[in-house]
């Protein structure tokens, strides 16, 4: 520094500021960029508040000049004096850290000058190299021409006319999510701990981790430095019992101070199994979740000591195949509805009801209607059993289009990723489906067990629409719609495997409650015998069988 | 009685022959084209012009009630007369997508006077409003936005959840929820965003709630 050519200009402030204009390195949305023009003697004043990072430099125009400051300055005492054709600010305090040289004190996050300072009046050429490291100045010119990178060029000539910017802008910040493992289980956090600015993670920081209580901090293994993208990996292995762990992460630049830091916890749950469900034809998101909750009302909240977690992913049909189906059954709905003059042109809710199969439920609003009518009454019911026919019909067309252009992997691209966050939680699988939801199972299913082979999953069809099965099914012989499938489509499906005594209110024969969940009617598992069953506890025997292979009892 | 369960189980085989029918044709018209892709032809339209015999009797007859007589009420009256008496819900059926409000609490009017009227307990009567809420703010979310999506998937969630905590049997509280649903999208503009909302909801994963999830 002794060494160092140097112009001191101390003078007051300069008073205009205006808006820079044009590109600048670094810039990100929510920045701030904040300009005045730069003379002999020019002060640049930086006011902001919060945590933030002050990146103050020069728009040369054949490249910049920048310089980094870390932190909100506690104190500003001497403003930014110049030299030629550089800043640097003189007097600042930064709280924590330790002056150690003019150019350099503030330059600590990723850019360090290291070009020389010439005397004013000649061409300077100045090059900053990319690290977080503090560099030694040069005190030779380095070669010419710059690498664009990290030099820049500038004639002091021009001083008078060149702007001095300051920019405030959103710094790197620790952040650190609060994640669930399972007792007994390790469990890799790729993720956990991130520092970021808000546009991009920051690479290559050291970032110290501490755990409480702290004699189980071996429990929590992370890496020293955080990767390219800004993500310090960790791995936590959880104790037999749950419990809740804090940990604390600590950004330390140059492993002496804190820049930023975050707390999350580890909350440790007894070992969960994901009961999935994937819906049937034509269900609405509510039809699927009530189908999920009639699921939960079946087996319960958990299974032996294993704690069993409720999930609905939900897939409509046609949506793969441009909703032509289900436009041909609203269609059918409305032209229909026309019928007797017209009063169902403006009911819907049966409509909603036909999808549901619930018409001929006891209590539904088609069936209070019905009862409340008396004149007109049998053509109205026969207009509706017409459009039953043509939904179950639709129905079949829908699922025979499915089949006939199956869901892929991108399809299911969402429920894999969903079951993948699951899987590295720690959580083992059971997966229901049923009709159409057992063509998108498998392909989810396969998806998992080729990425995460480890996890145990195991599957439950229920009148699968699926030439191919990943585990035990269901299939009553009243399933009018699988029944379609294969009668009348000649598709591969599966066998029937239940044979129910009667009809119900549903007369697909083909719902999960108004058929599968059925507790009102006997069923046997072989044609001609007598009941041994219903079709109730027939399903619920099969998701228990299904649990007893992820979650089997301990010896 | 006994009558009544000959009738049914007779519509029942009624039924079930137009649906063989009417599938016959479907899967003829669904694979004929082998991809599945390009069917554009209505299914019902063709199926059921030809393939139920009760067709005939119910499409254009005057028994059906579209030409009533002076004795005799039309089938629009008969049910004009079944909404006034209460024996049959007094449905919004404006062009409105979201319908009166009048106390703006997420609830359309005609469907919180419907539960009102349930003979159910208090609680009961709040999981109730809760999923029509629930509902209703499916046809009124940004099909866009993509957490409010995901925000309107888990109120359905949390709604069916807090009915599962008030109702024993669950299925009392599924049937009745049912009805909502059907009553919330019940005209054609708001059946067509209902099936907006839940097309954009296909991929969706979420969570059935454990707990109290009840709103208070």
């Known amino acids: 520094m002794k060494n160092r050519p140097r112009q001191r200009r101390s003078a007051a402030l300069a008073a205009m500021t205006i808006i820079c204009a044009g590109a600048w390195h670094g810039a990100a949305v929510g920045d701030e960029q904040v300009c005045t023009p730069y003379g002999a003697g020019s002060q640049m004043s930086i006011q902001a508040a919060g945590p933030v990072i002050y990146k103050a430099f020069a728009d040369w125009g054949k490249g910049y000049l920048e310089r980094n400051f870390e932190r909100e300055p506690t104190a500003l005492t001497g403003g930014i004096s110049t030299y030629c054709g550089t800043k640097v600010k003189m007097d600042l305090q930064m709280g924590p850290f330790t002056t150690r040289d003019e150019l350099f004190d503030y330059s600590v996050a990723f850019y360090s000058l290291t070009g020389p300072v010439l005397p004013c009046g000649s061409q300077k050429v100045y090059s900053w190299k990319k690290t977080g490291e503090y560099s030694a100045p040069l005190y030779e010119i380095p070669n010419y021409p710059p690498d664009p990178e990290y030099n820049a060029v500038l004639t002091t000539e021009d001083e008078a006319m060149l702007p001095l910017c300051a920019t405030r802008f959103n710094g790197p910040a620790l952040s650190a999510q609060s994640i669930v493992a399972i007792a007994k289980k390790r469990r890799s956090l790729p993720s956990m701990i991130r520092l970021a600015r808000p546009a991009e993670g920051v690479g290559g920081q050291y970032v110290k981790v501490t755990l409480e209580p702290a004699a189980e901090r071996w429990r929590l293994d992370c890496r020293a430095y955080t990767d390219p993208n800004g993500d310090l990996y960790c791995s936590y292995t959880a104790p037999d019992r749950p419990t809740v762990h804090t940990y604390k992460a600590t950004w330390a630049f140059e492993r002496k101070e804190d820049f930023s830091s975050a707390q999350g916890t580890i909350t440790v749950i007894p070992p969960t199994v994901v009961v999935g469900f994937f819906n049937g034809v034509w269900n609405t998101e509510e039809q699927a979740g009530d189908g999920l909750s009639e699921i939960r009302s079946l087996v319960g909240p958990k299974y032996r000591d294993t704690l069993l977690r409720y999930e609905n992913f939900y897939n409509q049909t046609g949506t793969a195949n441009g909703n032509t189906a289900a436009q041909d059954l609203a269609e059918v709905f409305i032209q229909r509805g026309n019928e007797l003059d017209g009063v169902l042109t403006e009911r819907w809710e049966h409509y909603w009801e036909l999808l549901s199969g619930q018409v001929r439920r006891e209590g539904s609003l088609t069936q209070r209607l019905l009862a409340g009518l008396r004149d007109g009454a049998t053509g109205l019911s026969d207009l509706i059993d017409s459009l039953v026919s043509s939904t179950l019909a639709g129905f079949v067309k829908g699922l025979a289009q499915l089949m006939s252009s199956p869901p892929t992997a991108a399809d299911t691209a969402a429920h894999l990723t969903k079951l993948q966050e699951l899987a590295d939680e720690g959580h083992d699988f059971v997966l229901i489906a049923h009709s159409q939801g057992n063509l998108f199972v498998n392909v989810a299913y396969d998806g998992l067990q080729q990425s995460r082979p480890l996890v145990k999953a195991s599957v439950v069809h229920v009148a699968p629409a699926s030439p191919t099965v990943r585990g035990k099914h269901v299939l009553a012989d009243i399933d009018e719609v699988i029944n379609g499938l294969r009668n009348f489509g000649g598709w591969t499906v599966q066998p029937i495997n239940l044979w129910l005594n009667g009809r119900g209110s549903d007369l697909s024969g083909h719902t999960l409650v108004g058929t599968y969940l059925d507790a009102g009617r006997g069923a046997a598992t072989a044609p001609g015998t007598g009941a041994t069953t219903s079709p109730r506890a027939h399903t619920k025997e099969l998701i228990i069988d299904a649990l007893d292979q992820v979650a089997p009892a301990s010896p | ?216």
Request: charged share 20%; aromatic share 4%; with cysteine.
């Open chain 2, 1 to 216: 009685m006994r009558k009544e369960t000959d009738r049914a189980a007779s519509r029942c085989r009624n039924v079930m022959r137009s649906v063989l029918a009417a599938t016959t044709l479907v899967i003829l018209t669904a694979c004929g084209g082998g991809s599945g892709g390009g069917t554009t032809s209505l299914p019902g339209s063709g199926a059921t012009s030809t393939s139920n015999p009760g067709n005939g009797a119910t499409g254009s007859s005057p028994g059906g009630g579209s030409a009533g007589t002076a004795t005799s009420p039309t089938l629009r009256e008969q049910i004009a007369a079944l909404e006034q008496s209460g024996g049959y819900p007094k449905l919004d059926r404006s062009g409105d997508i979201a319908g009166p409000d009048a106390n703006a609490n997420g609830v359309r009017d005609d469907i919180e006077s419907w539960i009102n009227m349930q003979s159910l307990s208090d609680l009961q009567k709040r999981a109730l409003l809760q999923k029509a809420r629930a509902l209703q703010n499916t046809l009124l979310v940004d099909l866009n936005d993509r957490t409010a999506l995901q925000k309107a998937g888990e109120g359905l969630m949390a709604s069916t959840n807090c009915g599962s905590l008030h109702f024993s049997p669950y299925r009392e509280f599924s049937n009745l929820a049912g009805q909502i649903e059907a009553m919330t999208a019940n005209t054609r503009q708001r059946a067509e965003r209902y099936m907006k909302y839940n097309a954009a909801r296909s991929g969706s994963s979420t969570r059935l709630p454990d707990g109290n999830t009840c709103e208070s």
